[in-house]
Every structure is written in structure tokens, then in C-alpha cells.
């Protein structure tokens, strides 16, 4: 019979009244079920609340909610700009209706369409059938949605410290070096002010003898994004950042398209770089004379995948030993082809002189550009030229999208260059062909292949403006690369190769293999078998490695480990390891094994949410002994305060998260607030979605956070911001009354006084369960749309009993 009663009201969304003799209570006077009688109706005024629509978070507004033509209706005014951050179709955004002169967008027209209030979470709900997107692709942002985040200052910094001693008659090969690497940094509204600097201070025979002092600003640089023409503009001290031509340091300005605006599908990849490492080793990665990256390894096999992705060309790769050994390569970065999608025109201009570190040449004015421009059936037509005085340089070329089976391109760049040491025009053509493709039905990631080969007087314009002893040596005639990566069921597999050939010089080469796989033996589960193979040659050595290592997990957090790595060279080591971590960033590693001779190494290593620091000691008890330790760590300052971070790095971006005074407070990852509420995450992508996420189950007792997931997008190099509604609050029975000595109303709101987050529901008598109270919270009580009463200090802790403590209304 009840369901017969309630199922005729159901469509009467505003003229529905509850029969309060339903309800045992003396008289009528004090019941007020307002709130209930009109669906989907909010009390207008202004709300602050987190925006969610289809289940994604896009910020926290201050959302209005307006009178409707109806009495007793209400609706949420959505601004135009933030309906124009949803990514909705451009056209479809044009037709929405703006009604209240304007302020506000009409959802409504949109098939399927809904927003609601959700006010226990303090949420504005919205629900969009996603043929109304303009890219199917969860983790794309429009720009309009993009933040340039806070001004505010930054430095990341990594510092590596070495002392190797040797005895006997090896003394002289006695050194310390002391060595940082880092990026101090400005933002200004969308401009990012950028220093990247290296520093060193050598004693002793290390580094090639190169004892002293010695700091190097490697760029002093500004730029900002253009979101509106999906461009950054850069001035300063730069690099040219290229598809057609070879990369060169530069001080001017440039302007170009840049592909990370992109949606995901359509950008690149960054740069992968692997190895083998003997010993607990150093590995640096520069291009021509600026450190682009550096940590320190354990010993086996490493692959280091956080290199910026806008880095291109060819990367120099050093791998120093604990006991001043050292192993060189190149490494080509991987890059998909220069395409462009039907209609889209990509750019890049550049203006300026180049930037010599050596002696012999010159820095004329040059400029160079290159244009892009998709046509139809995913053909791409693109070109450039670099022109300077005596020098011009010019490409064309052509890119296909070949859907499943990848993508394609084919250039050739020809050169006119008066040599300045001769008088002579050289003039030349480079030819190159690119390829890519990552095959999803079979697992397999084609990163890239490609081959160029040039004519011995092609002419590029490091070589035109560079050393004349060294032109000739510079030359390069041929060079092929390829990056494959394969997974299968019971085995993991990558392989690299990189040749290099040239006219007056020996040729380079650098190949890769590496084999992994999981398995279990008997109760055992998880062990790994990992066979690496690595040979490079060149005009300074030629050397092969071979290196086997197995891992068995002895339960927890403790594994023993043991490999064997064989060298051409005639050197070849075997260890056996024992490594534990605690869980909470802590990890430690003892190993020993024989070499040359019998050596020992201890290693520690901690991961904080302010720092990342490690140290290792290594000896062979009679010829040498080697202590390491690295330390790195990251500062934001803004108007908020200083905040230390983990492992920021370049000057990238970053969040600065606020849980409103609430320490300890972690999240995904290692970032956990510190006493005054405040943490940073770091290694955030730039234009692209990201979701900030509280631990949940690492939250302290007492504490709630009502949004747990913060998602939103950062332009490059930003120090965004975002505040998660935490609270150290808690549980309260009381008893509500008014200033005239009457309870408050049966079925009032307790709600914050400045979120109007819902807290409680008032019950007979003007008894009320509060949940999640904060402390020291404004609350106020809400009924019949207007009337109101402040609530005074609620007490300090639980009061959960069976006698409802008393608070009086202000």
C-alpha cells in the first residue's frame, strides 16, 4: 500500500509535500522539511564546489545557483568558461544556449544531459554522453582547461660526491670529485624564466686529470606556451629544436608548434636509454657539452626512460665506475615522423647566432624554419630551410600515416656552404628515411628506424661554423638506427642498434640485446632471469659486454641476487647480492664477488618526500676503495610558502598540493604534507591529464578528505595548485538549540558555513550526529530557505554516547 502512495508522487518533482503525521512528534511547530520537498532545489547564493563531469575532476568553482522561472526552482549557473574547459565539440559549444544575460550555458538542449548537486560531498555532478567531446581520449585536455598554475620560484639540484683511494703503486690514482647538476627557475604568469647550471670541483687523476674548479651556465633561458595557436615561444639561450636539422646550441628566439598540445595518440616518444654497469656507477647524458642527466646506478643492467621527450638528436652517454673505469656510446633519440592530421599546419622558426664552446669558429646571424602541413588520405607534406650568410640549407620531404601498419617519412636536405677557411662552395644532399609503429594485437613497440645517408660535401651548419681541423672529421656519410621492443607471454625482449659510418673517419657502432623473464620453481614465485648483451665500437675503443643475472625473492621484501658480467676486454666479475627494502623508501644492498680480485660493496638507499638520497661503498681490500654518495632534492617557493620535494628535475612541472593545514597527509606516490599542509608532486606531463590522488589507506586517524582525486592539466614548467578538503575532524552527538530556547527544526541542514558541505540532518528535538565535523569549523543551521542560526564551538573530542552534549545556536 506505501509503495501505491509514493510511486503517483514521483513525477511531481516540485509540488511534493510530506504528511508529517507520518512522523510521532508533538506538534507541528518544530518540523521543517523544506529541503525535501522540491527535488534538485538549492537555496540560491554561491557554493563552493568540486566540478566532476562524466566521473573526471576539472577544479573547484564558485558555482551560482540562480532562481528558476518556477517558484521553488533553482539551477546551477555553469560559466561560459568553465563549460568551455569540458572539451566539448566546437560546434556544438557555439549552439549551447547562454541564458541569464549570458552568464550562464544551458546544458539542457544536450540529448541525455544531466547536472545535480550532490551536497553531502560538496560536488556539481555532471553527465554528458560522450558523443558531445571533441576527442574520445579520457586522458585529453582541451587548453582552455590548461593552467599556468602559480608564480613562484624553484630549484632542483643533484649532487654526487666520489672518493677513490688507491694503495701500493697505484697511489697517484688517488681522487675526490664533488659534482651538481640542476635547474634554478622563475615563474611570471605563463612565462617560465629557466637557468640550467653544472658545477665541479675535482682533485686528484679522475675525469681525464681535469683537476680544479669549474661552473657552466648551459642555458639561461625564458619561455611560455601559447595554448591558443598550440605553440611555445622560447628567447635566450636555447637549443634548436628540429625535425629536419641537426640539433645545435643557440642564443636568439624561436617560436614553434609543439606536439605535446597534441592529443596523446599523436605525439612522441621520449628518449630510452639502457646499459650494463659493473659496479655502483655514474651515468651522465649530455649533448654537445651540456648535462642533460645524471644518477647513479647499481650494478647490472639499467634503463633510464625520464628523459625530457622534446630532447632530440644524438645523445652522449658516459658510464664512470666506482673505480674510475669508464664506457662512452651514443644514443639516438627515438622520434615518430613529421606528420600532420588533414588541415593541420606545424611551424618552427628560429632566429639568432649559434653558441661555440670551442676555438676556431664563428657565430653568424642565422634563421631557419620549418613548415608542416597535413593533406588529404593522411599525407603530410613538409620542409625547412637554415640560411646564414655564405650558408643556406634546405629540406623536402614527404610522411604518410599508414594506420596499422605505422607511420612513414622521407626527406632530402641539400646544403650550399662557402667554406671560410678555403673560399671553396661545397654543395651537397643528405637523404634520410624514418619509420614507427607500436603493434597493440601483438605487443610489439616499433619505437623507431631510421637511416640517413649524406654526400661527402654536405655541409651541416655546426660543421659550417665550427672548427675547419675538424670538418673533415665531422662528416658523416651513413647512419641507420633501430628500437624494437617485444613482449611475449614468458618472455620480455628489446633490441637497439645504431650505426654511424663517415667519410674521413672510423666508423661507430652500438648494438643492444636484452632478454627478461619471470618464473616460478616450486614454491618459489617471481624469480627473474635477465641476459643483457651490449657492444659498442669506435674510433676510442672497441668493447663488447655480456652480462646474466637472476633474482629470487626470499619472501617480504628480501631478494638474493647473483650475476655474471664478461667483458671483451678480458675483464669479467661475479657476484652474489642480498637486497632488502623496508617498504617505506628505505633499501639496502650488500654484495661481493670476484673480478680482477675480491671486492665487497654495501649500498643504502632512502626515498623520501622531500629528497632521494643514496650512498655506496665498494673495495677489493688490497687495491683500491671507493665511497659514492648522491643526494637530490627539489625547493617551490610561492605564496604559500617554501615546500622541499622529492626529485623535480629541469625546472618541470610540478603540483603544489594543500590539504588545509593537515600534515601527513600522503599520497600516490612518496609526496606527504608537512606541518603546515603543504606537499609537491613532481614529473607531472605537461598538457596532459593528470590525477593527483590521496592514500586513503595511509590517512592518519581522525583525519577525512572528501575529494580524493584532484585531476587537472598543467602547462610546461607550471607549479600548479590544488586544495583537498581534508579534515582532522570529528564525530559529535548534540543537541541543537535556538537562542529562544526551542530546538531547531526537525529535518534542518548543518552545513559548513563557507562550503555548504552538508555535516548532518537535525532529528527530533533537535538532536543531531554530526560526521566529520572540523575542528574549529563555522557550521550553521539551514531551514525553510530562510532562516538560519550559527552554531557555537562544537567540543574538542568524540562525544559519542548516549546523552547528546548541548550546543546553542549564536
Known amino acids: 500500500m506505501l509503495s501505491c502512495v509514493l510511486l503517483p508522487c514521483a513525477g511531481y518533482t516540485y509540488a511534493l509535500e510530506f504528511n508529517t503525521e507520518f512522523l510521532n512528534i508533538d506538534g507541528h511547530d518544530g518540523v521543517s522539511l523544506g529541503q525535501f520537498t522540491h527535488a534538485h532545489y538549492t537555496v540560491p547564493g554561491n557554493y563552493v564546489l568540486d566540478i566532476v563531469v562524466n566521473q573526471r575532476y576539472f577544479g573547484t568553482r564558485s558555482i551560482a545557483f540562480k532562481s528558476g522561472d518556477q517558484p521553488q526552482q533553482s539551477y546551477a549557473c555553469l560559466p561560459p568558461s568553465l563549460v568551455e574547459t569540458f572539451g566539448l565539440k566546437p560546434d556544438l559549444y557555439k549552439r549551447l544556449p547562454r541564458i541569464a544575460d549570458g552568464q550562464c550555458v544551458d546544458l539542457s538542449v544536450i540529448e541525455n544531459a544531466s547536472v545535480t548537486y550532490a551536497q553531502n560531498l560538496g560536488r556539481l555532478l555532471i ?7 571533441e576527442y574520445d581520449d579520457p586522458s585529453y585536455i582541451p587548453p582552455a582547461a590548461w593552467s599556468e598554475g602559480l608564480d613562484g620560484a624553484l630549484l632542483d639540484y643533484r649532487v654526487i660526491a666520489n672518493s677513490r683511494q ?24 605563463a612565462w617560465r624564466l629557466r637557468a640550467d647550471y653544472q658545477a665541479q670541483q675535482v682533485t686528484g687523476n679522475q675525469g681525464g686529470g681535469n683537476n680544479g674548479q669549474a661552473f657552466q651556465l648551459n642555458r639561461l633561458y625564458a619561455y611560455r606556451a601559447l595554448p591558443s595557436i598550440r605553440s611555445k615561444l622560447s628567447v635566450g639561450e636555447d637549443y634548436l629544436n628540429s625535425d629536419v636539422f641537426d640539433t645545435f646550441a643557440l642564443r ?121 602541413y597535413g593533406l588529404s588520405r593522411d599525407w603530410t607534406l613538409y620542409g625547412g630551410m637554415l640560411a646564414a650568410t655564405d650558408y643556406v640549407s634546405s629540406a623536402v620531404g614527404v610522411g604518410r600515416d599508414l594506420g596499422v601498419f605505422g607511420a612513414v617519412s622521407a626527406d632530402v636536405t641539400t646544403s650550399r656552404a662557402k667554406l671560410r677557411w678555403t673560399g671553396e662552395t661545397a654543395v651537397g644532399n643528405s637523404y634520410r628515411i624514418n619509420y614507427s609503429k607500436h603493434f597493440d594485437a601483438i605487443g610489439t613497440d616499433l619505437r623507431f628506424l631510421g637511416y640517413r645517408f649524406s ?17 673533415a672529421l665531422n662528416s658523416g656519410k651513413q647512419r641507420y638506427s633501430v628500437m624494437l621492443a617485444k613482449r611475449f607471454a614468458w618472455l620480455s625482449t628489446s633490441l637497439s642498434f645504431d650505426h654511424s659510418t663517415f667519410w674521413d673517419a672510423a666508423p661507430s657502432d652500438r648494438f643492444g640485446l636484452t632478454l627478461a623473464r619471470s618464473f616460478t620453481l616450486g614454491n618459489v614465485k617471481n624469480i627473474n632471469l635477465n641476459l643483457s648483451a651490449y657492444q659498442t665500437k669506435n674510433a676510442q675503443h672497441s668493447d663488447a659486454q655480456l652480462y646474466l643475472g637472476v633474482s629470487v625473492p626470499l619472501g617480504g621484501n628480501a631478494i638474493m641476487s647473483s650475476n655474471v658480467q664478461r667483458s671483451s676486454a678480458g675483464a669479467s666479475s661475479t657476484n652474489v647480492g642480498y637486497s632488502y627494502d623496508d617498504g617505506d623508501g628505505m633499501n639496502y644492498q650488500v654484495y661481493g664477488g670476484m673480478g680482477d680480485n675480491k671486492y665487497v660493496n654495501a649500498y643504502v638507499g632512502q626515498r623520501a618526500a622531500t629528497y632521494r638520497a643514496n650512498a ?19 625547493l617551490v617557493a610561492t605564496r604559500y610558502g617554501v615546500a622541499a620535494h622529492g626529485n623535480g628535475s629541469n625546472g618541470d612541472t610540478r603540483l603544489l598540493v594543500s590539504t588545509d593545514g593537515v600534515p601527513d597527509v600522503t599520497f600516490t606516490g612518496r609526496a606527504r604534507t608537512n606541518s603546515q599542509g ?19 589507506e595511509k590517512l592518519p586517524l581522525r583525519t577525512e578528505v572528501s575529494n580524493p582525486i584532484q585531476r587537472l592539466a598543467l602547462t610546461e614548467g607550471a607549479i600548479g595548485y590544488v586544495s583537498f578538503a581534508a579534515a582532522q575532524g570529528h564525530n559529535a552527538f548534540i543537541e541543537l538549540i535556538r537562542p529562544d530556547g526551542q530546538p ?52 574538542d573530542e568524540d562525544v559519542v554516547t548516549n546523552v547528546a552534549t548541548t550546543v546553542r545556536c549564536l
Open 127 to 133: 553527465s554528458l554522453p560522450q558523443a558531445s567531446f
Open 166 to 189: 688507491t694503495t701500493g703503486s697505484a697511489s697517484s690514482g688517488d681522487s675526490t670529485s664533488l659534482q651538481s647538476y640542476g635547474t634554478a627557475g622563475l615563474n611570471v604568469d
Open 252 to 372: 636568439g628566439a624561436s617560436l614553434s608548434s609543439d606536439d605535446r598540445m597534441l592529443p596523446p595518440n599523436l605525439r612522441g616518444y621520449a628518449p630510452l636509454i639502457s646499459g650494463l654497469a659493473r659496479t655502483n656507477a655514474t651515468v651522465t647524458v649530455s649533448q654537445q657539452g651540456r648535462v642533460l642527466y645524471s644518477t647513479t646506478v647499481t650494478p647490472g643492467a639499467f634503463s633510464l626512460q625520464d628523459i625530457n621527450s622534446s630532447v632530440q638528436g644524438t645523445l652522449d652517454v658516459t658510464v664512470r665506475e666506482e673505480d674510475g673505469t669508464e664506457q662512452k656510446f651514443t644514443v639516438t633519440t627515438a622520434a615518430v615522423p613529421f606528420l600532420a592530421r588533414e588541415g593541420e599546419l606545424r611551424y618552427k622558426l628560429s632566429a639568432g647566432q649559434p653558441r661555440l664552446t670551442g676555438r676556431g669558429g664563428t657565430e653568424p646571424s642565422f634563421v631557419a624554419s620549418e613548415l608542416a
Open 455 to 471: 654526400d661527402r660535401t654536405f655541409t651541416n651548419f655546426s660543421q659550417f661554423v665550427g672548427d675547419p681541423d675538424s670538418y
Open 616 to 634: 655506496s661503498a665498494t673495495t677489493d681490500g688490497s687495491t683500491y676503495r671507493s665511497l659514492t654518495g648522491e643526494f637530490d632534492s627539489s
Open 678 to 696: 603543504y606537499a609537491v608532486m613532481d614529473g607531472l606531463p605537461s598538457f596532459q591529464a593528470y590525477e593527483a590522488r590521496v592514500n586513503l
Open 744 to 795: 531547531v527544526p526537525f529535518g534542518a541542514s548543518v552545513q559548513d558555513k563557507h562550503s555548504h558541505k552538508e555535516v548532518g540532518i537535525v532529528g527530533e528535538a533537535g538532536v543531531t550526529y554530526l560526521l566529520g565535523a572540523k575542528t574549529g569549523a563555522e557550521l550553521v543551521a539551514r531551514w525553510d530557505d530562510s532562516h538560519s542560526c550559527a552554531l557555537a564551538t562544537l567540543p
